[in-house]
């Protein structure tokens, strides 16, 4: 058994962990993409304000505005004044933000075509038939 103090023996009967007494801390994509599809749900630019109260009012209003500038830096929101604050839309939808993100990491790589050509051949069955049509390759008869 554990000495007194010692927090080993803090999780007998009755015992309240951390976990207990504070929400689970969310990671910046997380909070990111909470607050991506609030803004989605929106039928036009709303304020900061109701994005908070979107999410359920568990973040802070300083938090949600962070998250916003973020994501505005990130070119993935927009923002206009209206009258002493701002109101905020998302740039693009959700497939449109993806496809930002998968831009963005190739921009990042020195040799496009390699990671093109790795992203390409992971691809399952269906997604690559999919990506050939998109591309305006069918696939030739026969292959498979």
Not at 22 to 32: D, I, M, N, V, Y
Not at 63 to 75: A, N, P
Not at 125 to 141: C, I, Y
């Amino acid at each position: 058994m554990s000495a007194p103090g010692n927090p080993a023996g803090s999780e007998g009967r009755g015992a309240v962990t951390d976990d207990q007494r504070r929400p689970r801390r969310r990671g910046q994509g997380e909070l990111e993409a909470l607050v991506l599809a609030a803004l989605a749900e929106a039928d036009g630019p709303v304020p900061a304000g109701w994005v908070q109260e979107r999410l359920g009012g568990d973040l802070a209003y300083t938090t949600v505005i962070t998250i916003l500038t973020r994501l505005l830096d990130k070119g993935a929101v927009t923002r206009e004044r209206a009258g002493r604050f701002f109101v905020w839309t998302p740039a693009a939808d959700q497939a449109g933000l993806a496809a930002r993100r998968m831009r963005k990491v190739l921009d990042a790589e020195s040799d496009r075509e390699a990671v093109l050509a790795s992203f390409v051949t992971g691809l399952g069955a269906d997604d690559e038939r999919l990506l050939r049509e998109l591309l305006g390759h069918p696939r030739a008869t026969g292959e498979d």
